[in-house]
């Protein structure tokens, strides 16, 4: 009896052992991650700074460490967006609309795109502007339900969601730190220097 259990214990064990070292095989389907986790992956990727807020206090609470952090407290924020300014306006920030006398732009975006940690902007952020000529820091406002998998599935939202006028000027803000001149991928594309603060509203 001792026998069997010797040879039939020893092989179990050496199968919990085989099962504990095996790696994954290769054609078992990759574990996909969460969507919202894929995204701030991405984001911080490409070298966006993420500041998770599970409400409007937390969110106002970070704009003004942000604006401390990089002493921008007493310069002029680019706020193109009427109800984003009413939001903020207990914020005490000095808004402009003209570009050249802004320190820093304060936004919303269309959607969060989870494969490339992307932010899909249109005219209704950003006008008829292009990023070139939008100041180089950006602080961003925006919500977990804006995270989409791709930007094929952020056009579809957009479109769903503006049935009268699609909006134009759409594009996307992918790199958050200067460009590698080795990186072509990245080249012709404007760099910025990007806080995110997204609000958990899920």
């Not at 199968?15 to 995204?39: A, G, N």
């Not at 460490?65 to 000095?94: A, H, M, R, T, Y």
């Not at 977990?144 to 939202?157: D, F, P, Y």
């Given at each position: 009896?001792?026998l ?24 078992m389907?990759e574990i ?18 993420f500041?998770?807020?599970?409400n ?50 304060l936004?919303t ?14 005219s ?8 070139t ?10 919500t ?16 769903s ?27 012709g ?14």
């Amino acid at each position: 009896m001792s026998l069997f259990r010797k040879i039939f214990g020893l092989k179990s064990k050496v199968k919990d052992e085989e099962l504990k070292t095996t790696e994954r095989s290769k054609y078992m389907p990759e574990i996909k991650l969460p969507i919202d986790e894929r995204f701030t992956i991405n984001f911080k990727a490409n070298g966006g700074k993420f500041l998770y807020c599970e409400n409007l206090d937390e969110i106002f609470q970070n704009l003004q460490n942000i604006l401390i952090e990089n002493g921008w407290e007493e310069k002029k924020v680019l706020l193109l967006d009427e109800q984003l300014e009413s939001k903020f306006k207990d914020s005490q920030l000095n808004a402009t609309r003209k570009i050249n006398d802004a320190k820093f732009f304060l936004t919303t975006c269309e959607n969060l795109i989870a494969n490339d940690g992307s932010l899909l902007i249109s005219s209704k952020q950003i006008y008829e502007k292009k990023l070139t000529e939008l100041p180089f820091n950006f602080v961003v406002f925006a919500t977990t339900s804006q995270i989409v998998e791709s930007i094929g599935e952020g056009l579809r939202v957009i479109k769903s969601k503006s049935r009268k006028k699609i909006p134009t000027n759409i594009t996307t803000i992918k790199h958050f730190k200067s460009a590698d001149e080795k990186d072509f991928l990245s080249y012709g594309s404007s760099a910025k220097n990007l806080y995110l603060l997204l609000l958990e509203d899920l």
